[in-house]
Every structure is written in C-alpha cells, then in structure tokens.
C-alpha cells in the first residue's frame, strides 16, 4: 500500500495547508486541510449524504466519528452537542492535527482527536456516525467494526454511509449475521448512490425501527 493512501498511519508527502470553506450545521466555515488525507478538497458525496440523513445527535455523553479524517462529521457533531465529549478516531496522524487545528480555528472545545488506542477501553458511545475506510480491504473493515459497534451503549445507534457500488448491501448482510441479537441493523436511507446504515443496540423492548426510503 502506497504511504500517501489516506488511512496511512503517516503520510508521506510534504505537508501543504490548504484553506477550503464547508457548511457544517448549518453555517459555512473556512476551514484547513492537506494532501494525504480523504477528501481533501471538500466534503466528499458520502459524508454529505450521511449528514443529511443523521437525526441529531444526543446532547451528551460520548459521541464517536470513526474514520474522521480532517473532521467534517466530528466537527458537526461538536456544534450540535456543545455539552458532548466527541471522539475524532482515525490512524492518520495529518488528519488528528487537521482536526485539532479546525477545532482551535471554530473555537470548538469538545472533541479529542486521537487514535484508536488512545481511546480508553471503559468509554461507551451514545451514538457513532462513520463513513468507513471501505478500500482497507475486507478482513480489516469487519475488524474495524467488531471493535467498536460494541462500544455503543445499550439503546442508542451508530450510523455508517457506505457506497453501494463499494459493497454496502454485502456489508449490511455480514453486519446482520454477524453481531449478536442485541443489534439490529437497517437500510436507514439512500441516495447519491449510497447506502446509510442505521446500527440500534437494543435494550429490553423496543419499537420498531422507521425505515427511510
């Protein structure tokens, strides 16, 4: 795998900022980011339809962004949950600097950009939304949500935006036959040529789950 490829634990070329605007809830923002990270350039299509298919996250406790690259879905879920600790996890090591640095610019003081060890193992999650680093491969993908759709807390959701030319229909059937009957997971919404995965962790009863076409 080429050193430059996004989820790339260090990139390997020069570090250019580059200044770029974004809305994010609802305002627009000058924000930065750089070469050798997912979607430099703008908020990609898959992140855009995650967004708008998201309900609003909880007000607080602990919110995950898995795969934040330089942090448009941690950097939303800070503005809606001010009083919310928001985990912006990724391996790449430019990304956490561009997240720490579009936090400081937005005056934003709720999230902890880390990496996936840095995460202490008795944090639980209120709700995690991810647009999954698809082109890791498989074996790593499966491995990257066994480890931490765990980690929701019992009754709440995780939402994940995958295209579907990219496999989403094989990765909700594997999701399904995969996970304990505690989790349930459903076609939340598509568009664009994606596929928003909707991830509850069932508590006792529990009506059922809107499905949004």
Same mark, same amino acid.
């Given at each position: 795998?080429a050193s430059e490829h996004y989820f790339s634990e260090t990139p390997g070329s020069e570090l250019k900022l580059r200044e770029i605007r974004a809305r994010l809830a609802g305002n627009e923002y000058e924000l930065v980011t750089a070469g050798g990270v997912f979607s430099p350039d703008r908020i990609d299509t898959g992140?855009?339809?995650?967004?708008?298919?998201?309900?609003?996250?909880?007000?607080?406790?602990?919110?995950?962004?898995?795969? /934040?690259?330089?942090?448009?879905?941690?950097?939303?879920?800070?503005?809606?949950?001010?009083?919310?600790?928001?985990?912006?996890?990724?391996?790449?090591?430019?990304?956490?600097?561009?997240? +720490?640095?579009?936090?400081?610019?937005?005056?934003?003081?709720?999230?902890?950009?880390?990496?996936?060890?840095?995460?202490?193992?008795?944090?639980?999650?209120?709700?995690?939304?991810?647009?999954?680093?698809?082109?890791?491969?498989?074996?790593?993908?499966?491995?990257?949500?066994?480890?931490?759709?765990? +980690?929701?807390?019992? =009754? /709440?959701?995780?939402?994940?935006?995958?295209?579907?030319?990219?496999?989403?229909?094989?990765?909700?059937?594997?999701?399904?036959?995969?996970?304990?009957?505690? &989790?349930? &997971?459903?076609?939340?919404?598509?568009?664009?040529?994606?596929?928003?995965?909707? /991830? +509850?962790?069932?508590? =006792?009863?529990?009506?059922?789950?809107?499905?949004? +076409?």
């Open positions: 795998m992140t855009q339809v995650l967004l708008g298919s998201v309900p609003t996250p909880p007000p607080g406790g602990n919110l995950l962004d898995l795969g /934040c690259g330089w942090g448009p879905v941690a950097l939303t879920l800070a503005l809606e949950s001010p009083h919310a600790t928001v985990w912006a996890v990724d391996v790449n090591e430019r990304a956490l600097d561009l997240v +720490r640095a579009n936090a400081e610019k937005m005056s934003i003081h709720n999230i902890n950009a880390v990496t996936p060890d840095d995460v202490p193992d008795d944090i639980k999650f209120m709700t995690i939304w991810s647009n999954p680093p698809i082109r890791v491969g498989k074996n790593e993908l499966h491995g990257l949500l066994e480890r931490w759709l765990p +980690r929701l807390e019992q =009754g /709440c959701d995780a939402w994940l935006v995958v295209q579907r030319n990219l496999g989403s229909d094989s990765l909700h059937r594997w999701l399904q036959a995969s996970f304990p009957e505690d &989790f349930s &997971f459903v076609r939340a919404a598509t568009n664009k040529g994606y596929r928003v995965l909707r /991830c +509850r962790r069932r508590t =006792g009863a529990t009506a059922p789950i809107d499905i949004v +076409r």
